[in-house]
């Protein structure tokens, strides 16, 4: 009778991975023989290899949005800016530390915040309108009017004014043909593009429900189409369908 043959050992692993992963690794004490430390080391390769898709999982899960879209911008909900921000065109811009130069009854350095003024949290979009571009040919100068133009070509269409933030500003007229307080100087909108907002001001549809506010939302936008009944038809006139929405 033929004794029984012995257990073929597995051949020590030439895996290139696992001699990489393992390389700088010492054997534990024990393992003498070159099977068991080959067999040592195929297991910390298998758990280095389970280890390394585990953090490739995790980094699609947790960290692949935050690497493509960075940190979202900051957002404040319309009637919340406080006093010392004022909005331009829909976004919140820190105005505590703003200095104003010296301009008509402005004195240089002086804060609109604070000072004259006290625009701290309000809408001061009007005091830089943006003319002449979508609206060139529908809102047109009247006979005689007092806004400087250039045939079609308007300083302004609104009245130059503040208003509040909360929506509870009355129509003003003040000062309307004279431009008091509109920007319209190359210089005042080279400084007021320089300066940085702090986000976008977004309103909920909570808001939108408020019928005092006469909200509505187009493209993604929130308009105000009461603000229309300021474009004064002794200045300036308007087609029909700019007329309708008023």
């Not at 609109?112 to 979508?134: R, T, W």
């Not at 302004?156 to 003003?172: I, K």
């Not at 080279?190 to 939108?208: A, C, H, N, P, R």
Request: glycine share 8%.
């Amino acid at each position: 009778m033929r004794p029984p043959l012995p257990l073929a050992l597995a051949p020590p692993s030439s895996s290139r991975e696992v001699r990489a992963l393992t390389l700088s690794l010492p054997h534990p004490p024990g393992f003498k023989t070159k099977d068991r430390q080959s067999a040592w080391r195929e297991k910390i390769g298998l758990l280095s290899i389970i280890a390394l898709a585990m953090a490739f999982v995790g980094f699609l899960t947790f960290g692949f949005t935050q690497t493509v879209c960075g940190t979202p911008a900051l957002r404040y909900r319309a009637g919340d800016i406080d006093t010392g921000s004022m909005i331009f065109h829909g976004f919140n811009y820190d105005m505590d530390g703003f200095r104003h130069p010296a301009a008509a009854g402005i004195s240089e350095g002086s804060n609109p915040l604070y000072d004259i003024f006290n625009a701290g949290g309000k809408d001061g979009s009007f005091l830089f309108q943006k003319v002449n571009q979508k609206c060139l040919g529908i809102i047109t100068p009247a006979a005689r009017t007092g806004i400087t133009h250039n045939g079609d070509e308007m300083g302004w269409y609104f009245p130059c004014n503040l208003y509040d933030q909360h929506g509870t500003s009355v129509r003003n007229l003040t000062d309307y043909a004279e431009g008091t307080m509109c920007h319209t100087q190359a210089d005042a909108r080279v400084q007021f593009s320089q300066l940085k907002s702090l986000g976008q001001v977004y309103f909920e549809w909570d808001d939108l429900k408020n019928s005092s506010r006469n909200l509505a939302v187009y493209d993604g936008c929130v308009s105000s189409p009461p603000s229309l009944s300021t474009l004064c038809s002794t200045l300036c006139t308007t087609q029909e369908r700019v007329r309708a929405c008023s």
